[in-house]
């Protein structure tokens, strides 16, 4: 039964349009719409929010969206099957959902909403952390979006909200915490989606700060970061040589014992050490 709204339960628009999951476009369906209305809850109150979903499918979490108060949805998926099913939602909601059949890593947002947006979104788990990268790293800051709100396979949510000593602590979760609040807010079962993936999935809610936590370079931060970590067990001595002449020196300027490893360095350090590095 759909509660939501006056629109059939999601397994009759699967059933009626032939949306069997397709693992080539990374399809996990949430089917049961007091879920997705949560979920979209979790993105904050959304009376009047202007919202970007990325992969409706069909359309679960844009009825949660919609129902539970979004004034402007854009949905941008790249599987045509899905538009006969998210037509029905937008003749549903005049002039409130707009869905573009395309990829999200191309879309240009800007083209479609004019206020603030937020993303909220079920992601493809074969683009999720090549879509957040974008989102964190836009060519200035603060970001055309106030907030996303982002299923990940459990682990992806882990390295973004670990923190500095954490195995999963790394590249994504510098990135994100500089210039974000980023906490996991719901983790579900594989169950919750039909088919099952494999592995257990979370929600992350990733808030915009209006400035970086600390002063740093975004270019150069990246590119320390990056490298810092991806001989993550190595000394920095040994993880950043040639990165600039007088390594240890500026290691130790910004406060880093030489000897420490990149996985136990903090937020406030990396930007040190971007500042000194771009000196
Ligand atoms: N939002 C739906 C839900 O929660 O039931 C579907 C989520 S499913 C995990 C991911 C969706 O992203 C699929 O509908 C898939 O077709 C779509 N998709 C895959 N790659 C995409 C891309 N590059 N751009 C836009 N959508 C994509």
Request: proline residues 8%; aromatic residues 6%.
């Amino acid at each position: 039964m759909s509660t939501l709204d006056d629109l059939p339960p999601l397994r009759d628009v699967i059933a009626t349009h032939d949306l069997r999951a397709k693992k080539s476009m990374g399809q996990n369906f949430l089917l049961d719409l007091n879920l997705t209305a949560r979920i979209a809850r979790l993105s904050g109150r959304l009376e009047g929010a202007q919202v970007l979903e990325v992969g409706p499918g069909p359309g679960g979490l844009t009825r949660g969206l919609l129902a539970e108060g979004a004034s402007r949805v854009l949905a941008v998926e790249k599987d045509a099957r899905c538009l006969p099913a998210l037509e029905e939602i937008a003749a549903r909601y005049p002039g409130q959902l707009t869905v573009v059949n395309g990829d999200a890593l191309q879309i240009d947002v800007g083209a479609h909403l004019d206020g603030p947006w937020r993303v909220v979104a079920n992601l493809p788990y074969n683009i999720g952390t090549e879509l957040l990268v974008r989102w964190l790293t836009p060519a200035s800051w603060p970001p055309p979006w106030s907030s996303l709100t982002l299923m990940f396979q459990k682990e992806v949510a882990q390295r973004i909200t670990a923190q500095p000593g954490d195995k999963a602590y790394g590249r994504l979760a510098v990135l994100s915490q500089w210039r974000t609040t980023a906490e996991i807010v719901m983790t579900l079962p594989p169950e919750a989606f039909s088919p099952p993936p494999k592995v257990h999935s979370a929600v992350v809610h990733l808030t915009a700060l209006p400035e970086p936590r600390f002063p740093a370079d975004a270019t150069i931060l990246e590119r320390v970061v990056a490298k810092g970590f991806n001989q993550r067990r190595k000394m920095l001595r040994a993880a950043l040589k040639g990165l600039v002449p007088d390594l240890e020196d500026r290691l130790m300027a910004a406060g880093i014992a030489p000897t420490e490893r990149a996985e136990r360095v903090s937020i406030e350090q990396w930007c040190a050490l971007a500042r000194v590095i771009a000196d």
